[in-house]
């Protein structure tokens, strides 16, 4: 059976957990979603992206968050970290 999505905003997701999101960093974890190029050391690399791309979805300019993705991301890290395992 086919689960409807818990799509929301940034903003609403923040205002639903300020204890623990701020927009900032929410924006940063945004940022960080996808592979980045950049230069050290005069050579061009590409920056890995985070473990929330799949949590965010965008259309047009706008940026979504699905929040059971969301935190069965953070569970996952969670319990990788537990285990000894990375993150």
Do not use: C, W
Request: glycine fraction near 6%; avoid cysteine.
């Amino acid at each position: 059976m086919n689960q409807l999505r818990r799509i929301t905003t940034i903003k609403n997701l923040v205002a639903k957990y300020p204890e623990a999101l701020t927009e900032r960093y929410m924006r940063y974890l945004v940022h960080g979603s996808k592979p980045r190029k950049a230069t050290v050391n005069g050579e061009p690399t590409v920056i890995e992206p985070n473990s929330f791309g799949p949590a965010f979805l965008r259309v047009g300019n706008r940026i979504f968050v699905d929040e059971d993705v969301f935190f069965q991301i953070i569970d996952q890290m969670n319990k990788d970290r537990r285990s000894g395992g990375s993150a």
